[in-house]
């Protein structure tokens, strides 16, 4: 198995001064890269005076048939505080995102460099092999304005394009990006990189390379590239002592002005288990910029990730399920079976599981696991599910990323609503044992709240919420006595809880007169609550002699002013007066009898 490493120093930022290089991007799979780009420089700068750059450049992509374009980056870079607009290939491009980085010349003041950044993957790969040509890079007016970057000898243009593609024949590799901007200079003299998350599984043929501005090959007064203690050469283009000399290791170029794009061996220099590399770059005259980093690497490792698919839960328990899985995406190798996982509700180990079968490449794995939360845990807590943990924060596994093996999520259990008993409601008979009922009388103390509440007349209904009461405000019951289900609903939870509604007889109430002329307004002796209610009661009606001139009960309705009783005027209408009565409800709740009188006229 063989490992190979590229180092590529390119830039990658919002606007700002300076960044440190750090990693970007990764890929994993059958991926390598390679570069291109050319200098906007005539000649040399410290050898030939100059202050104007070349109006364009070009360079040739040169992939073979097997090695498919994933993703392409293109960046230009110069003096001043950037040119933002370039056109590539007669295509308009617009930077992405642009860096700055400064340099105090103690005799020509601050000076300022630029590097932009787009992504062109879709246009590289549309376009293929052949010639790319960046034009309308212009750094004129920044020379023109400011003669300290000519004087310096640090006017500069040029153009580099960063290209990964895949290859079925090559092995499976961790493909890295790093990327930043920083600078050295006769004021500071040696910077030192530290690029992370390497993979090194094999040291032979790995390989290191670099992509600098500002470089010259006649001013290397102490300059040096130095990775993990060892000073890099590659002759003859690049000997240890002149790194940065305006050379193209990819087409073995001398004449890249003010711009090295090259290629180290490193296999003896980088061991195996190795997961950082220290890059050091030293000068004590010449001006060198450096941007981004890229590693290459032979890694046939798996990548655990895990994400929550749902959570199912009951109301008012603390058994959950959780359904979940488990990927391999970002690998380069199966994850095996029995790759353990941990369930933690908050920081509490709670559960364990383990996958199933091997998880190939790009695959996943879905399932369930039943937990059953212990009492101490809150109704809201964190879930925390890790890939590769035994539950004691340990991995089993290998893995090229052990930073992305988690997932969490916020559960709040499902709690039903405090139920209170409801009183039972009495409402006065308006006949045949039927009255209208306010259900919601007694809501206040059930404390709604953001709840919902609804009322059925069966418990079956209120569980399936079918046959809901309508207008529960006015109520006619149906059956007396009958039960009502009270249904109150927090969204996710229920309860159900019930009362009573009664008709009870309550007094009636007696008119002190009425007019039988039959014009409809007021013709009987309508005592109110008493027909239909009181349905045993005895009505009897007495002249100012004391004579019983009218009985009845709720069979012949309201005395309707005609006597029948007595000898003579049975059936006809008594005469205008006073009439007595004596009422006899008939009721348990009522056994004394109800007397008064009644002036009847028409």
């Avoid at 050091?280 to 450096?290: G, H, N, Y």
Wanted: hydrophobic share 40%; with cysteine.
């Amino acid at each position: 198995m063989k490992k190979y490493i590229s180092l590529f120093i390119i830039l990658m930022s919002t606007l700002g001064i300076a960044q440190d290089i750090d990693v970007f991007m990764q890929f994993y799979g059958r991926y390598s890269y390679t570069a291109i780009g050319n200098t906007l420089n005539p000649a040399e700068n410290n050898l030939v005076w100059f202050c104007e750059t070349l109006p364009e450049s070009t360079a040739p992509l040169n992939l073979t048939i097997n090695q498919n374009i994933i993703s392409a980056y293109i960046y230009w870079a110069g003096s001043g505080e950037g040119d933002t607009e370039v056109t590539l290939n007669g295509t308009d491009i617009i930077a992405d995102d642009t860096l700055t980085v400064n340099y105090d010349d103690p005799n020509n003041g601050l000076l300022t460099y630029f590097s932009c950044f787009k992504d062109v993957t879709g246009l590289v790969q549309a376009n293929g092999n052949g010639d790319y040509t960046l034009s309308n890079l212009d750094i004129s007016n920044v020379l023109a304005t400011t003669p300290g970057y000519c004087a310096n000898r640090t006017n500069f243009a040029g153009w580099s394009i960063f290209v990964v593609y895949e290859d079925l024949s090559l092995p499976l590799n961790q493909v890295s990006i790093y990327h930043g901007l920083e600078i050295i200079n006769r004021n500071e003299q040696e910077i030192n990189i530290l690029i992370e998350n390497l993979n090194v599984l094999d040291n032979n043929g790995a390989k290191m390379g670099f992509l600098a501005w500002e470089g010259d090959n006649a001013l290397n007064i102490m300059e040096s590239l130095i990775f993990n203690g060892n000073v890099l050469e590659s002759l003859p283009l690049n000997p240890g002592s002149n790194a940065f000399n305006g050379t193209n290791s990819f087409t073995n170029s001398t004449t890249s002005y003010n711009m090295d794009l090259d290629v180290y061996d490193i296999e003896n220099f980088i061991n195996v288990g190795d997961d950082t590399a220290t890059i050091k770059l030293t000068t004590a005259a010449d001006l060198i910029i450096i941007n981004n980093i890229v590693t290459v690497l032979n890694s046939q490792l798996p990548d655990a990730t895990v994400q929550v698919d749902d959570i199912i839960l009951a109301c008012d328990n603390k058994t959950i399920q959780v359904d979940y899985t488990v990927f391999n995406v970002n690998s380069t190798e199966i994850l095996p079976a029995d790759t353990p996982i941990a369930f933690y509700a908050d920081g509490v180990l709670v559960a364990n599981s383990v996958t199933e079968d091997d998880i190939l490449i790009g695959d996943n794995e879905s399932n369930t696991i039943v937990i059953a939360l212990p009492g101490n845990i809150s109704s809201t807590f964190s879930l925390l599910i890790v890939a590769d943990d035994t539950g004691e924060g340990i991995g089993t596994v290998q893995e090229t990323n052990e930073t992305n093996n988690t997932t969490t999520i916020q559960i709040n259990l499902l709690l039903s609503p405090v139920l209170t008993t409801l009183p039972n409601i009495e409402t006065c008979d308006i006949g045949f044992n039927s009255a209208t009922f306010d259900l919601t009388s007694s809501e206040y103390l059930l404390n709604i709240g953001t709840n919902s509440i609804e009322y059925y007349t069966s418990y079956d209904d209120a569980v399936n919420q079918i046959n809901e009461i309508a207008i529960p405000s006015s109520y006619q019951n149906t059956t007396d006595p009958e039960i009502i289900y009270t249904r109150i609903d927090n969204l996710n939870c229920y309860q159900i809880t019930s009362f009573a509604l009664t008709t009870i007889n309550c007094p009636p109430w007696i008119p002190s007169g009425f007019s039988p002329n039959s014009d409809g307004i007021n013709d009987g002796f309508n005592i109110q609550g008493l027909l239909t209610i009181f349905e045993e009661f005895e009505l009897k009606i007495f002249n100012r002699y004391g004579t019983l001139i009218y009985q009845g009960g709720d069979e012949l309705g309201f005395w309707d002013g005609k006597s029948n009783k007595g000898i003579n005027n049975v059936g006809s209408l008594l005469p205008v007066g006073t009439y007595y009565y004596v009422l006899y409800l008939n009721d348990l709740n009522y056994q004394k009898s109800l007397t008064g009188w009644v002036y009847m006229n028409y």
